[in-house]
């Protein structure tokens, strides 16, 4: 059964990120893009920077790179400069991902719930715990 997890993860994820991207591209997005865009409304802190975006979905600075540039030429996110360190951005949404912002959100909450239906209050938090530790287990 162990042998089988990994391969099991990886179906789930290609599902999920399927009908993610199905949902991104109504909008001419990818569906990383709409991860991020809800990530950024989602998160009190004013303080996103590429690191975070790095950190937060587990990607390579390469890849980040990539991502927020395209985002950006797209209108899609804002780099303001910070005060004490002129090399940090500080990244944040822009006025069409705003727009953009109350479908992402209401996407986003239905297929968490459509995920978890599946489990029942107790496995649920099993799960959702299970899965933020993974990556950190796996990393060591």
Do not use: W
């Not at 004013?46 to 890849?63: A, C, H, L």
């Not at 927020?68 to 030429?73: D, I, N, Q, S």
């Not at 949404?93 to 909450?109: G, N, R, V, Y």
Request: no cysteine; glycine share 4%.
């Amino acid at each position: 059964m162990t042998s089988d997890v990994a391969h099991l993860l990886k179906v789930a994820s290609n599902e999920i990120s399927r009908g993610i991207n199905t949902f991104a591209s109504k909008y001419g997005l990818t569906g990383t893009q709409v991860q991020i865009i809800h990530y950024l409304a989602d998160t009190d802190n004013d303080n996103i920077y590429q690191k975070t975006i790095e950190s937060e979905f587990n990607i390579r600075r390469s890849t980040a790179t990539n991502i927020l540039k395209t985002m950006e030429r797209n209108g899609l996110i804002l780099r303001r400069s910070v005060k004490n360190d002129s090399r940090l951005k500080r990244i944040v949404l822009s006025d069409k991902s705003k727009e953009m912002q109350d479908a992402i959100d209401k996407f986003m909450t239905s297929n968490d719930q459509k995920i978890l239906s599946t489990l029942g209050t107790l496995e649920r938090r099993s799960f959702v715990h299970a899965l933020k530790k993974i990556p950190q287990k796996l990393k060591k």
